[in-house]
């Protein structure tokens, strides 16, 4: 069964330092996401991206935050300069298509947990 | 701005037993859908089940089922015939319905989580 591939499964990374996280969505879906969980924290909404640019973000995606599809398989999430509150289970999701029932089920893969020192 | 909660932070049930999770949720919105999902100790995230606000029967997956009371703002996880298996965190979401499609995006709210454990 086709599943979301996130890489690496943990990043450990120095306060300031650039990170990029990486997911591979299911082949054919047309919508993709970022959330992240603070540990103990709730699963909270970063962005979503379709059609090549971003439909909605949160409060928390500011500049520092930016996404990319720079092929057809790739979604990327990269921090610019990361913070140590930026230490988090991060998730990729993606969904199918505009039509049908199936649009709004999103489908996760495994996340990737970052660790700012 | 739609908020989710989950009153109970840990459970468990005896294998083969039933176990209900509890969800509430708040919105001004009429037309949203309300999801499921399990996360076992893997970490990756799974749909258990969905239900659509405008219908009023409820949704029913295999073993898991849900009690919707729109007017109540509740969406209650039941399992029935609990197995091993089913040891994990499981989070309630909700996700407002577009005005139409392609319209923003499909994000979804969640709630705290409740940790379900399946004794043997």
């Known amino acids: 069964e086709p599943e979301v591939t996130q890489t690496p499964s943990h990043q450990v990374t120095q306060m300031g330092q650039e990170v990029i996280l990486r997911c591979v969505p299911i082949?054919?879906?047309?919508?993709f996401y970022w959330y992240r969980q603070i540990l103990g924290q709730k699963v909270e909404f970063l962005v979503s991206f379709y059609n090549n640019e971003i439909s909605e973000k949160s409060e928390i995606f500011d500049d520092q935050f930016s996404v990319e599809r720079p092929d057809g398989s790739n979604f990327t999430l990269k921090i610019r300069s990361t913070k140590l509150e930026d230490s988090a289970m991060y998730f990729c999701a993606s969904s199918l298509s505009l039509r049908g029932k199936a649009k709004n089920i999103q489908y996760f893969g495994a996340g990737t947990r970052l660790s700012v020192l | 701005a739609q908020t989710v909660t989950q009153s109970q932070p840990e459970m468990s049930v005896q294998e083969a037993e039933t176990v209900t999770l509890s969800c509430t949720y708040d919105t001004s919105e009429n037309n949203y859908y309300l999801f499921w999902y399990k996360q076992p100790p893997s970490r990756q995230m799974i749909l258990v089940i969905r239900q659509e606000a405008y219908k009023q029967q409820n949704a029913t997956e295999n073993r898991f089922s849900v009690n919707f009371q729109k007017a109540a703002k509740s969406f209650s996880l039941k399992i029935s015939d609990s197995q091993l298996g089913d040891t994990a965190m499981y989070f309630c979401?909700?996700?407002?319905?577009?005005?139409?499609?392609?319209?923003?995006?499909?994000?979804?709210?969640f709630g705290k989580g409740t940790k379900l454990s399946v004794i043997p």
């Open positions: 082949s054919n879906h047309l919508y």
């Open positions: 979401a909700f996700m407002k319905a577009p005005a139409y499609s392609g319209a923003g995006s499909y994000q979804l709210t």
